[in-house]
T-cell receptor
Framework: GQNIDQPTEMTATEGAIVQINCTYQTSGFNGLFWYQQHAGEAPTFLSYNVLDGLEEKGRFSSFLSRSKGYSYLLLKELQMKDSASYLC???????????FGTGTRLKVLA | AAGVIQSPRHLIKEKRETATLKCYPIPRHDTVYWYQQGPGQDPQFLIS???????DKGSIPDRFSAQQFSDYHSELNMSSLELGDSALYFC????????????FGPGTRLTVL
């Protein structure tokens, strides 16, 4: 199957670090994307991992282990504006449609 | 930089009516994807087109149809609307040859009364 699982909700404090995990059970994904989505708005691209390892981009880093079907998004120096849903998505091989995870709603508290 | 354009942004329809949603991909992008996102849910893939041909089909009801035109814009036609069709409908585009990254439009919020 092509299931992607994430925690439903997380809460963290402004200035802290938070790690959002994503596990998947599929053989048909071509890497893994992370998107941020504010309520009622379009998902916006954060990162893409096609190979194993860590990709760092400013305050955001993403890690992928293909053999373990595991990825995480690391957000550092949290800001109030980081309160949003974070979606991991696997582009399927061939047509590249996204299978989205359940999404993690992150609340950043002052 | 040009982004994906969707119209209308908001649409209110009655049950059993029809609706047409339009999507204009980023210039030179050859692939269009449609997603449906219900309240509090993750986006669900509906259908995609590559070079004006349907490339994949997801959980799209038979009441819905879509096509991609010669100028690469796409339309999602929805008939016999049901209350459960109320959702955000996102269109995304990509350039298949160079990247799997999809760029999402702002979405059309459809409300069926």
């Amino acid at each position: 199957g092509q299931n992607i699982d994430q925690p439903t909700e997380m809460t963290a404090t402004e200035g802290a670090i938070v790690q959002i995990n994503c596990t998947y059970q599929t053989s048909g994904f071509n890497g893994l994307f992370w998107y941020q989505q504010h309520a009622g708005e379009a998902p916006t691209f954060l990162s893409y991992n096609v190979l194993d390892g860590l990709e760092e981009k400013g305050r955001f880093s993403s890690f992928l282990s293909r053999s373990k079907g595991y990825s995480y998004l690391l957000l550092k120096e949290l800001q109030m504006k980081d309160s949003a849903s974070y979606l991991c998505a696997g582009p399927t091989s061939g047509t590249y449609k996204y299978i989205f995870g359940t999404g993690t709603r992150l609340k950043v508290l002052a | 930089a040009a982004g994906v354009i969707q119209s209308p942004r908001h649409l209110i329809k009655e049950k059993r009516e029809t609706a047409t949603l339009k999507c204009y991909p980023i210039p030179r992008h050859d692939t269009v994807y449609w997603y449906q996102q219900g309240p509090g849910q993750d986006p669900q893939f509906l259908i995609s087109f590559y070079e004006k041909m349907q490339s994949d089909k997801g959980s799209i009801p038979d009441r819905f149809s879509a096509q991609q035109f010669s100028d690469y814009h796409s339309e999602l036609n929805m008939s016999s609307l049901e209350l459960g069709d109320s959702a955000l409908y996102f269109c995304a585009s990509s350039l298949m040859a160079t990247s799997t990254e999809q760029f999402f439009g702002p979405g059309t919020r459809l409300t069926v009364l």
